[in-house]
C-alpha cells in the first residue's frame, strides 16, 4: 500500500464496480461511529455516477479508496456535498480532503451560481467545510425538499429531527454562498 497512488477524478461509469462496496462502507461506517450517516442505496450511487455528479478515489493498483457526490436541489439553486465516505485502509492520509475539495469544485462548475451546503456531525468535515468557506447556518436555509428529508429517514438521529420538526438535529449545517467570494 505504501507504493500506491491515490487518484481522486469524477466518477465514470466503469467506476460502477465499486458501488457495493461504497454502499457497505458507508453503513458500517455509521453503525462503527454511532453517527449520523444515512445509507446509500446501490441505485442512487449507480446514478450520481453516470450522471456525473460523483467523486471517485482510486488507488493506482485499482482500489477503491473514497467517494462523493454532488445532489442539486430547488431547480438548481441549492447543491449538497453529500455522501463523503474513504475507506479504512486509506484514512488519515488526506483523501476526505482531496475528495471534498474536488466534489465542491464540481458542485461550483456545474452549478455557479447554488448555494452549496453540507449537513455532518463529523468534526474533520466541519473543518473542511470551514476551509472551504462554508458557514454554519440553521436548518431553515437548507432545502424543504421532501425528497432530502427522506435521505435522514435511515439515519440512526432521525427521531431527533423529526421531534424537532426539522428545525435542528445532531448534524451542523454548513453553508456556502458564490455571491460572497467572488
Not at 431553515?140 to 439515519?155: A, L, Q, R
Not at 435542528?168 to 458564490?178: D, E, Q, R, Y
Amino acid at each position: 500500500m505504501e507504493d500506491e497512488r491515490i487518484i481522486v477524478r469524477l466518477a465514470q461509469p466503469s467506476d460502477n464496480v465499486y458501488a457495493q462496496q461504497i454502499s457497505e462502507e458507508t453503513e458500517r461506517s455509521a453503525i462503527a461511529r454511532g453517527s449520523g450517516i444515512s445509507k446509500r442505496s446501490l441505485a442512487s450511487i449507480i446514478e450520481k455516477i453516470n450522471a456525473g455528479k460523483a467523486v471517485m478515489a482510486v488507488s493506482n493498483c485499482g482500489n477503491w479508496v473514497g467517494f462523493s457526490y454532488i445532489e442539486v436541489w430547488d431547480g438548481g439553486k441549492l447543491v449538497s456535498n453529500s455522501g463523503l465516505i474513504v475507506s479504512p485502509a486509506y484514512r488519515e492520509r488526506g483523501v476526505a480532503a482531496a475528495i471534498k475539495e474536488q466534489v465542491f469544485n464540481l458542485s461550483r462548475e456545474k452549478y455557479p451560481e447554488a448555494d452549496i451546503f453540507s449537513i455532518t456531525s463529523g468534526l474533520a468535515i466541519m473543518k473542511l467545510n470551514t476551509r472551504l468557506g462554508f458557514e454554519p447556518i440553521t436548518y431553515s436555509e437548507i432545502t424543504h425538499d421532501e425528497s432530502f428529508w427522506e435521505g435522514c429517514k435511515s439515519c440512526v438521529n432521525h427521531n431527533i429531527l423529526e421531534s424537532k420538526n426539522r428545525c435542528n438535529c445532531l448534524c451542523t449545517a454548513m453553508l456556502f454562498k458564490p455571491m460572497n467570494h467572488n
